[in-house]
């Protein structure tokens, strides 16, 4: 049976639900490989202070205008405690430019510290609900989702954001602040799922 690629329609994104905020962070035993070799589970990654769960991929024009601050946001994490994953939900391109090598060299190239995995025939992308790259979701240190959407206001052109969502998350659930907004939509490209 052959493998074809879904680039979902708008109405199949929006029957796609997503995680409710106060959710408990899903599939959270399962181990993932990073193309390292290094399994990985979320369990394994979250901190006492909280997860960062980052769905991307190598290709999108969007992830790629974002990597700037996505390093930034990985080193944010880092310094506040946070622990963070970066997950590669594009099964359909998994033989392609989203196959582990090319993962890999991405990851290297980027300089990520911390684990890139690969989310097979993404499943976690289901389970969290998730449907573009870039796409972020922030649980407190009770493994609660607390801010789900965008990184930031103007993904389009980042250097030009004024509101840096997910950093204020972060700081407000730090600070034991109402997380305002604790969702927002986010804009790139579609996960690129199988069917």
Do not use: H, W
């Amino acid at each position: 049976m052959a493998i074809v690629a879904c680039s979902l329609s708008a109405y199949a994104q929006k029957n796609i639900q997503s995680l409710e905020l106060g959710s408990e962070i899903p599939m959270s035993a399962v181990s993932m490989s990073s193309p390292q070799g290094k399994n990985v589970s979320l369990d394994q990654a979250k901190t006492k202070k909280g997860l960062v769960v980052m769905f991307s991929c190598n290709t999108c024009p969007y992830v790629i205008k974002s990597q700037k601050r996505t390093t930034e946001v990985i080193a944010y994490a880092a310094s506040k405690g946070i622990g963070m994953v970066i997950v590669n939900s594009n099964e359909a391109y998994r033989d392609e430019d989203d196959a582990p090598d090319a993962m890999k060299a991405y990851s290297t190239k980027q300089g990520y510290k911390v684990p890139y995995l690969i989310d097979k025939q993404s499943v976690l992308a289901d389970a969290f609900g998730a449907t573009r790259t870039p796409e972020v979701f922030l649980f407190d240190g009770n493994g609660k989702l607390v801010y789900k959407g965008a990184m930031e206001d103007n993904p389009s052109n980042p250097s030009e954001s004024k509101q840096l969502f997910l950093k204020m998350a972060i700081d407000n659930m730090l600070a034991g602040k109402p997380i305002d907004p604790n969702s927002t939509k986010s804009i790139g490209c579609s996960i690129k799922r199988v069917m």
